[in-house]
């Protein structure tokens, strides 16, 4: 499978919050928070399904991946969805194993597998 995902009783909002506080252990970064919903509200769309996209990065991380290999460049940053399904959030990310095969370099595969393992980790604790 492709992707990483759990459910969480928590709201979006509240998911979001307990997720980043996780990553911040992590020494990953929040740079960005994509509201979909509003977005497409916005521009006169009607979705009424909320999704939050973040772009998530650990820069110590992302530079010796981009050292090593500028193609890497295309899975980067990493991306977390929060959103809801069924009265319930979920959160959720593509393997950046999964990604990072593309590469077939597997020095590299070991770090996205310690990259994978960290933010699951994240999306675990953040879910309880």
């Known amino acids: 499978m492709f992707h990483y995902t ?5 709201s979006l909002d509240e998911a979001v919050d307990a997720l980043q506080t996780q990553l911040k252990e992590e020494k990953f ?3 960005w928070d994509f509201n979909v919903k509003d977005t497409l509200q916005s521009k006169g769309f009607d979705f009424n399904t909320t999704y939050r996209i973040l772009e ?3 820069p110590g991380e992302a530079k010796n ?4 290999n500028a193609l890497a460049s295309y ?5 977390v969805v929060v959103y809801e399904q069924d009265g ?3 959160m ?3 393997k950046p194993t999964s990604l990072i095969g593309f590469l077939e370099d597997e020095e590299l ?7 994978e393992e960290r933010m699951a980790a994240c999306m675990d604790k953040a879910a309880q």
């Not at 759990?6 to 928590?10: A, I, N, W």
């Not at 991946?65 to 090593?68: D, F, G, H, V």
């Not at 595969?109 to 990259?115: E, L, S, V, W």
């Open 29 to 31: 970064g929040v740079l």
């Open 109 to 115: 595969n070991d770090q996205a597998k310690d990259i």
């Open 6 to 10: 759990v459910e969480t009783s928590k």
């Open 65 to 68: 991946i981009l050292e090593k």
């Open 56 to 58: 998530v990065c650990n």
């Open 92 to 94: 959720g990310m593509p």
């Open 88 to 90: 319930s959030t979920k």
């Open 75 to 79: 899975f980067l940053p990493c991306k």
